[in-house]
């Protein structure tokens, strides 16, 4: 991907590096750490009587009960579990009866989370992972599975989308030339169709059934076009690009020629975008270091950038203790904060109310930084980015609380704020290229890039959830386990929606498949 924007203006197109053609390099990560797990073996799974399986009526003992009584917290061997000698195979089609027809995501409340954390902490390389040529396809910018687990999608920086079932490893399709530059980023709409994005400042809309040619192709951007993100309330493709525009595009009414959009919003310096879980929040990360948030998010309306001056005029820096540098100050002054604008007052919408902020970064207080990944946890808790320093010496992963709170004038509307509650330093390896993390589908770890390999992270050293573990203090994330299968520096990583399994993406080429091994 391409060397993101720095003091220029975003939407301007840049040089890339020597004749690289890798579009999502950071504008401005040594060693590996020492592997380490957290659970060195996995509890064989326990049998239970009939009234403890799952669908009967008879109450199963609760986890303090199982523990007081020294009983395995391992989920129970059913007829359709797997059993001591059963397949790879089998163990995935159990977990994926498990969690089918719960929604998007896995619900860790109504699982054994301690079966999860064991698998997880016994995550290793396949057997068979997905090897791509690295003179046909280039780097791997991003990995997606389709929200039933079974498609994974590589959008690779030679201009190729490549699709394999992730169970088999066996290559489906190769969509040759699918854009004319790299191919940035993918989002599923649902089980058949998806989206890219690319550096040709097209996004283009496939369906499964039928790759032999798009869907149909939208244009809108004026450079390369970084990100997706998609409203299944309003069924609202939204996407965002080095021009700094935010455009939706109404998925319901596409022809072959394309589909109506708008520009709704704008802002300079737009690295990522992303949409809360119940789309009721948009999140705009900038390589000058601001976090921008628009709350009660109506997609319907077009925000003016000139409905925002204070914009530019001033920031307020977030504190780990959730509060800002100006409430330190002695006496509050009158007026709106400069942090959080209501657009009412320009005769908009009362909703699309917009807080700017600058999340503090551990040892980057007296220095600005570039947030060059944004997501968002599984059910809207927090955000994750990863940011480097303007210097390009130092880069940290963060999680940030969302922060529900009163309003503190009357004409700002009850908003909420970010507090740091966890961060680790990254390896600074590859430097000029984003890595890309990721949460589990239940939340509770996080993968990130680090050097040549991944590494699993946690909020604590149980893997609980993180509103079960919110430090007082800032703390430092947990490392589950380190794995080491790349040969080259790791830009992507994702989590299966739906099975145990875990993908990478390196600057080479190579795809990696994580599944535990007992």
């Given amino acids: 991907m391409s060397s993101e924007p720095g003091g220029e203006d975003a939407g301007a197109p840049q040089d890339r590096p020597g004749n690289s053609s890798n579009k999502d390099e950071d504008p401005r990560v040594d060693a590996p750490h020492e592997e380490r797990d957290i659970a060195s073996s996995v509890c064989p799974p326990a049998r239970r009587s009939s009234e403890e399986r799952p669908g009967r009526t008879g109450r199963s003992p609760g986890l303090g009960e199982r523990e007081a009584r020294g009983t395995p917290s391992a989920p129970s061997q059913t007829a359709s579990g797997p059993s001591a000698g059963s397949s790879g195979g089998s163990l995935f089609s159990w977990l994926q009866r498990r969690s089918a027809r719960r929604g998007l995501f896995v619900d860790p409340a109504r699982d054994n989370f301690r079966t999860m954390t064991s698998l997880y902490c016994s995550m290793n390389p396949a057997a068979e992972s997905v090897n791509l040529s690295t003179q046909t396809h280039g780097a791997v910018f991003n990995?997606?599975?389709s929200p039933d687990g079974s498609v994974l999608t590589v959008a690779c920086e030679q201009t190729e989308v490549l699709l394999f079932d992730p169970i088999s490893s066996r290559h489906i399709k190769t969509l040759a030339e699918a854009h004319e530059d790299c191919v940035n980023n993918i989002r599923f709409l649902d089980n058949r169709l998806f989206a890219?994005?690319?550096?040709?400042?097209?996004?283009?809309?496939?369906?499964?059934?039928?790759?032999?040619s798009k869907v149909c192709s939208l244009?809108?951007?004026?450079s390369w076009v970084k990100n997706i993100e998609y409203d299944t309330n309003t069924r609202l493709l939204v996407t965002s690009g080095f021009d700094g525009n935010v455009i939706t595009w109404d998925t319901n009414r596409f022809t072959e020629d394309g589909c109506p959009h708008k520009k709704f919003f704008h802002t300079r310096y737009l690295m990522r975008m992303?949409?809360?879980p119940d789309c009721s929040k948009m999140l705009i990360s900038t390589s000058s270091g601001y976090l921008l948030i628009l709350h009660d998010l109506d997609l319907t309306q077009s925000l003016e950038v000139g409905s925002y001056r204070m914009l530019r005029a001033r920031r307020t820096p977030l504190t780990s203790d959730g509060g800002t540098s100006a409430a330190r100050s002695a006496a509050p002054r009158q007026g709106n904060d400069s942090s959080k604008i209501h657009p009412h007052r320009e005769g908009l919408s009362p909703r699309n109310s917009l807080e700017v902020l600058t999340p503090e970064i551990p040892g980057e207080r007296d220095r600005g930084n570039c947030i060059t990944s944004l997501q968002l946890h599984?059910?809207?808790?927090a955000t994750l980015i990863r940011c480097s320093s303007n210097m390009d010496d130092q880069e940290w992963t963060c999680v940030y609380e969302f922060q529900e709170g009163a309003p503190t004038r009357p004409l700002v509307s009850p908003r909420c704020s970010l507090r740091l509650t966890h961060y680790i330093e990254e390896a600074n390896v590859g430097r000029g290229y984003i890595k890309e993390l990721c949460f589990s589908p239940d939340g509770r770890l996080i993968c990130s890039p680090y050097g040549y390999g991944v590494r699993l992270l946690a909020f604590d050293e149980r893997c609980s959830e993180l509103a079960d573990c919110l430090p007082v203090q800032t703390s430092c994330l947990r490392e589950v386990r380190s794995i080491y299968s790349h040969s080259d520096v790791v830009l992507t990583t994702k989590f299966s929606p739906t099975h145990c399994q875990l993908a990478s993406g390196c600057l080479s080429g190579r795809v990696a498949l994580y599944q535990p091994k007992f």
């Fill in 143 to 145: 990995l997606e599975y």
């Fill in 196 to 212: 890219t994005c690319s550096d040709d400042t097209t996004i283009a809309l496939w369906d499964l059934r039928k790759l032999n």
């Fill in 219 to 222: 244009h809108g951007h004026a």
């Fill in 274 to 276: 992303r949409l809360t």
């Fill in 378 to 381: 599984p059910k809207g808790w």
